[in-house]
């Protein structure tokens, strides 16, 4: 262990990097300093080092509260191969190492340890903690405190506590979940008025945002994967467990490792599932928003959305869980009629009290306009969490390829008008067939062969009409009936059809034909970042050899090296140890530990 406790030269020599990012410096500054903190960093903008720094700075052990046991293990078996003196306390423990963990803490031969926070209050581990030297406690994922949140732990609430037992000893809580009254929760229940809060901006500009028109979704994923993403590992969100179940199963079918994860299945199939992800390179999890949660692996290069998320929070959070490392990484979306259809029908059935009822509407209308927007989507997003941002990102779809909006008041008219001739009960695929005056038996009995929509609307095509109707719907000027899911004209509707009103439209993009046995050509986002052929053939020889390491040890991937320090090896190709040390993420220890290894297979790229 290091015997000089600034924190620039812990970065470097413990963690193996040259400079802190962002709004790191003060927040260690602040922290060593014997300051409380609140601090708010988007997912991947580094919080772990925020703690972990004035830990080793300051006398004694640092405490760390976390929620998920599973991943309190990984984050202390990184520190540990960074030659940190960290260990975890908790309920898969026995009691008997419990106990040892605990005598180590007292004893002041540990730096971090983590623990869960039901066992952080109870009366005998204060007690053991009231003869140790605290150095800090850091209560990570701090928004569990809140009820009102996506991930209430009711365990959260009696860690107000440390303030009372503990008065000297500095607190800091993060978090990834910015919204003002979540702050305004943390700060009360855990004591932090006088804190210093940090907030970080929100953007993740490594995030390639990007929604695409839903047609056949699976096959749209499986061109996705094979063109961009194969090989590596990332999340694919569906809304229900059959839809996961399957479309693990189908994509299995075409050799991607892929797997299921969601409530219905057994716990221990789940918990496998879980540590494969986080161990092996390249698997796809397939999961119901059930996943998620804590998830630490940096690698992630994709999150995928099959279905409509439940909010654009929840959005924001789900595709936060990519590219953690900084690298490339993509949010991808697949979208269609079926799906506002589906979302506009759950909002209107729901039994809510009227004023929550509002705010459901509101949440919808903000996720739908994020999904129909021509502008920057992250222009979009940002807006939506209360932060400015100019547009124009240059790493999002509608950015890399403008949508072309139109005047399409005319076109709405004739959408809206032939609802009203066809007596409102009908979708959108009926619908469309009027207007471009399909030799549709089912049109015919109808008569609707006969009525003035009847072929009026050939500048367009089926789909293009179905898109029209999904903007509609989309923007409220278009309700859906919930039994049959016919299409009806909400209020809205009449100003365009009796005044004209206008209506902006975005033209659907034209589709790269999904074609059925034709192969799409393989393709990997992080070979952006690598320049020639051989540094992809170095690049996957460096992560076959940490893969190898990393079974051994029984720890994922990621904790011998992160892929960025893989990235920068493959390009720089260090060949001296003296070099090695100079690669981000090579701290002491591991240059010790692993420099002359991975030297030797850049040696046999020379
Ligand atoms: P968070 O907890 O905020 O999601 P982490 O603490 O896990 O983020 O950090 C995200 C990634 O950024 C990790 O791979 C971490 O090693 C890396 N990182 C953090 N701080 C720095 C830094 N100053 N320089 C380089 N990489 C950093
Ligand atoms: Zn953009």
Redesign the pocket.
Known sequence: MTTDRDPKSI?REV?G?????GL?ECIVEHVCGGGDALVL?????????CYQIPALVRDGVAVVVSPLIALMQDQVAALREAGVRAAAVNSSLPPAQAWRVIGEMTAGRLDLVYVAPERLVTDGFLESLGRAKVALFAIDEAHCVSQWGHDFRPEYRGLGVLAERFPGVPRIA?T?TADAPTRGEIIEQLGLTGAAVFVAGFDRPNIRYEVVDKIDARRQLGAFLASRHDGESGIVYCMSRRKVDQTAEWLATRGIQALPYHAGLDNSVRSANQQRFLREDGVVMVATIAFGMGI?K?DVRFVAHLDLPKSLEAYYQETGRAG???LPADAWMCYGYGDVVAIRGLVERSESPPERKRVENLKLNALLGYCESGECRRAVLLRYFGEQHAGGCGNCDTCLNPVDCYDGTVVAQKALSNIYRTGQRFGAAYLAAVLTGADDPKVTSNGHDMVSTFGIGGELDTREWTSVYRQLVAGGLVEVEIEHGGLRLAPQAWPVLREGQQVRLRRERKIERVAGRKKTPKGRSIDAVLGAEPDRDLFAALKARRLELARARGVPPYVIF?D?TLVEMAAVKPATLGLMACI??VGEKKLEAYGEIFLGVIREFR
């Open positions: 970065l963690f990097y040259g400079e802190f990012r790191q960093m988007p997912t991947g903008g580094g919080k772990s080092l993060l990834a630490d940096p953690r490392d900084g992160h960025r981000g993420g």
